[in-house]
């Protein structure tokens, strides 16, 4: 059974940082490219970011590159965000996501809530 669990959310404050993490399990984690999704209280998902199942290409949303960096640990089977300079429009429940050989996402996680308030 393909599980994927995110934590590292949390209540941070604007300008601060959080690293997400999104242990999987289930399936051979080397083989998927791994995404990262958000979605904001009242809005629908948005896109973050995206990996190479060996991580060598990454990918980010316009808004989000160069404030978060996307990885994965291969070795760990966990895909992590680090996110830095963190703004109150960061606020959402971020889900990790299992990228299809056609890149569609099958599996997602439960999600963990960032809330980025003074």
């Known amino acids: 059974e393909v599980q994927l669990v995110e934590s590292g959310g949390g209540l941070v404050l604007p300008g601060g940082s959080l690293r997400l993490s999104c242990a999987a399990t289930g399936f051979t984690f080397d083989d998927y490219a791994m995404a990262w999704v958000r979605q904001a209280p009242g809005k629908g998902l948005e896109w973050v970011s995206a990996i190479s199942w060996n991580g060598e290409r990454t990918y980010y949303a316009e808004s989000m590159r160069g404030r978060f960096t996307i990885s994965r640990d291969n070795a760990k089977n966990t895909l992590y965000l680090q996110m830095k300079s963190l703004k109150s429009e960061d606020t959402a429940v971020y889900y990790c996501?299992?990228?299809?050989?056609?890149?569609?996402?099958?599996?997602w996680g439960q999600g963990t809530q960032v809330t980025v308030s003074s």
């Open positions: 996501a299992k990228e299809t050989s056609r890149g569609e996402y099958d599996y």
